[in-house]
């Protein structure tokens, strides 16, 4: 059996070579390409008889990656969005082997066939002002953890940050003098400065105190850095303490990504625009950031308030209303 022809060789190149040196993906899409494959593997070993060492190329059929994505959702109860997220790593294997193996031209475009699931568009979870002090005033502050946890909790919604960029963060990414901003290690290995408020920066301040510069922000009570695990029940802990006194938050699945979804939604309501929104999120497209505009229902309602209907009645109906239907098909 000639080796171009063997899966293995081809999938070992994708990893190692296409996902790290060509493309410089990040780890943790590096992993989720990996953990697809490991998946499709033996699945596909299994349904087509023959050693996972031995496949070839062509046995990979599409009707093989269909029943792998039926076994996905069916056996593993995966949704569709990861359903469609193991496709798209498929499609990616098909096509860089395609590219490089004129003769496995036909079974590329086969693979590449298989359809995306339409999925329902994601309702994105955010916080009301009140349900953020809410949980803003949960810790106690006269402990060294509860005033730990109450920077933490103003950080994230101050500078939008994802759990693990809190994580990573370190003292020598902190600019705490006028005027006081924070450097984050984004997704993508990317960089971006946020501005601080005065009050996040003073309390930070207290919380790094003369820690060297390479020492991480947010500690555990060993002296070790958070990891966004541990960051992630802080929050929900916090969470799950404010609902008592809010109880529109046991309607809602708070997490630290939940903080960043109202950082953007707050600063959107605050008249803020929305690519210094995409900046400040560290968001590639303004099409992810688009997204806070159609869920924030107060803006809309604000927008249809403004609506000067007064001369409805006066007015000939057939004339009045189609500018008005229009207006609230736009919000």
């Known amino acids: 059996m000639k080796d171009e022809c063997v899966l293995g060789p081809w999938v070992r190149r994708f990893l190692l070579e296409h996902l790290v040196t060509e493309r410089n993906l990040s780890r943790n899409t590096q992993a989720s390409y990996r953990d697809t494959l490991a998946l499709l593997l033996p699945f596909a070993s299994g349904q087509g008889g023959g050693a996972i060492d031995r496949m070839t190329v062509e046995s990979l059929t599409p009707a093989i990656v269909r029943k792998f994505l039926d076994h996905l959702e069916r056996d593993r109860q995966c949704s569709e969005v990861t359903r469609n997220q193991r496709l798209a790593t498929i499609h ?16 590329c475009a086969e693979v590449r066939a298989v359809p995306f699931k339409k999925t329902a568009k994601t309702v994105i979870g955010y916080l009301e002002k009140a349900e953020m002090d809410a949980l803003l005033n949960q810790p106690d502050r006269n402990t060294s953890l509860g005033a730990r946890d109450h920077v933490l909790l103003l950080f994230l919604y101050n500078s939008g940050a994802r759990a693990d960029e809190a994580a990573k963060l370190t003292v020598g990414n902190l600019q705490l003098e006028a005027p006081p901003s924070v450097r984050l290690h984004g997704k993508g ?35 070790e850095p958070l990891t966004r695990f541990g960051i992630h029940r802080v929050v929900t802990q916090y969470a799950d303490m404010a609902s008592k006194s809010m109880p529109s938050l046991d309607t809602k699945r708070v997490s630290p990504h939940t903080i960043r979804h109202t950082t953007a939604v707050h600063l ?9 929104i995409r900046a400040w999120l560290g968001h590639v497209s303004l099409d992810t950031t ?13 927008a249809l308030a403004s609506v000067d209907i007064t001369g409805l009645k006066s007015a000939p109906q057939e004339r009045a209303l189609p500018s008005l239907m229009t207006f609230l098909k736009s919000l």
Do not use: Q
């Open 189 to 223: 290995n990317k960089f971006r400065n946020c501005p601080l408020w005065p009050t996040t920066a003073a309390s930070l301040s207290r919380l790094v105190g003369d820690r060297s510069k390479t020492d991480a922000v947010f500690m555990n009570r060993v002296k």
């Open 268 to 276: 959107l309501r605050s008249g803020v625009d929305i690519n210094t």
């Open 92 to 107: 990616s294997l098909a096509r860089f082997i395609g590219m490089r193996s004129p003769v496995h031209l036909a079974w």
């Open 290 to 302: 688009h997204i806070y505009a159609e869920v924030d229902l107060e803006m809309k309602a604000k």
